[in-house]
T-cell receptor
Framework: EAGVVQSPRYKIIEKKQPVAFWCNPISGHNTLYWYRQNLGQGPELLIRYENEEAVDDSQLPKDRFSAERLKGVDSTLKIQPAELGDSAVYLC??????????????FGQGTRLTVV | AQSVAQPEDQVNVAEGNPLTVKCTYSVSGNPYLFWYVQYPNRGLQFLLKYITGDNLVKGSYGFEAEFNKSQTSFHLKKPSALVSDSALYFCAVRGGSSASKIIFGSGTRLSIRP
C-alpha cells in the first residue's frame, strides 16, 4: 500500500513569491491534514479536511495561505506571498474513516520550504 | 482546550538500558493518545496508541507506553534501548471526539550511546 505522497520534497523561493505544495493521501482515507513543523518543534495543525470540506482551518493564516481538496482526494496548500517566517517543513497526513476519532494519522515525508 | 507536554527536550541513555520518554496531557473527556517517531529528513511514523482498555499499550520496535489517568500521563518506555532508537519522539493527544484535532507535543530527542 502506498503511503501519503507529497511533492516537492524541497523548495527554495525568494520572499514575496508564491509557492504550492501537493499531497496525495492514502487511498480510502477521507480525513486529510496539513501541519507545519518549525525546526525543533512539534507539528502544528494548519487545516483539516473531512472529504472535501475544511472542518478546521482556525490555525490557517488566511491572509496568505489557502488550501483546497476539490474532489476529496488530493490536496494543495498555497502560500502567496511567502515570508521569511514561513520557512518550515509542511507535513500532510491522512487517516481512514472512524468512529470517534480513534484512528491515527499517517504522515508523508513533508516538504521543506526555505524562504530567502 | 487540548494540550500535551513533553517536559524533556532530550533524553540520553546507554545502549541496553531501559528508557522512558515522558508525556502529560490535558483534554476534555476521554483522551486518545499517540506516540510518533521522526528520523532525520523523514515524516512522522506511528508507534502506538491508547484508545481504551489495558493501560499498558505495546507498539512497534519493542516500544510500549503506560496510560495513567490519575496523573494524566502517557510515558513511552522500552526495556532495552538500541542505538537505532535515537530519533525525535512526539506525543500527541486527541479529545474523545471525531471533531477534535490531534495536538502534538514539542518533541523529545532520544540519544542512545553505544
Amino acid at each position: 500500500e502506498a503511503g501519503v505522497v507529497q511533492s516537492p520534497r524541497y523548495k527554495i523561493i525568494e520572499k514575496k513569491q508564491p509557492v504550492a505544495f501537493w499531497c496525495n493521501p492514502i487511498s480510502g482515507h477521507n480525513t486529510l491534514y496539513w501541519y507545519r513543523q518549525n525546526l525543533g518543534q512539534g507539528p502544528e495543525l494548519l487545516i483539516r479536511y473531512e472529504n472535501e470540506e475544511a472542518v478546521d482551518d482556525s490555525q490557517l493564516p488566511k491572509d496568505r495561505f489557502s488550501a483546497e481538496r476539490l474532489k476529496g482526494v488530493d490536496s494543495t496548500l498555497k502560500i502567496q506571498p511567502a515570508e521569511l517566517g514561513d520557512s518550515a517543513v509542511y507535513l500532510c497526513a491522512s487517516s481512514p474513516p472512524s468512529t470517534g476519532g480513534k484512528t491515527e494519522a499517517f504522515f508523508g515525508q513533508g516538504t521543506r520550504l526555505t524562504v530567502v | 482546550a487540548q494540550s500535551v507536554a513533553q517536559p524533556e527536550d532530550q533524553v540520553n541513555v546507554a545502549e541496553g538500558n531501559p528508557l522512558t520518554v515522558k508525556c502529560t496531557y490535558s483534554v476534555s473527556g476521554n483522551p486518545y493518545l499517540f506516540w510518533y517517531v521522526q528520523y532525520p529528513n523523514r515524516g512522522l511514523q506511528f508507534l502506538l496508541k491508547y484508545i481504551t482498555g489495558d493501560n499498558l499499550v505495546k507498539g512497534s520496535y519493542g516500544f510500549e507506553a503506560e496510560f495513567n489517568k490519575s496523573q494524566t500521563s502517557f510515558h513511552l518506555k522500552k526495556p532495552s534501548a538500541l542505538v537505532s532508537d535515537s530519533a525525535l519522539y512526539f506525543c500527541a493527544v486527541r479529545g474523545g471526539s471525531s471533531a477534535s484535532k490531534i495536538i502534538f507535543g514539542s518533541g523529545t530527542r532520544l540519544s542512545i550511546r553505544p
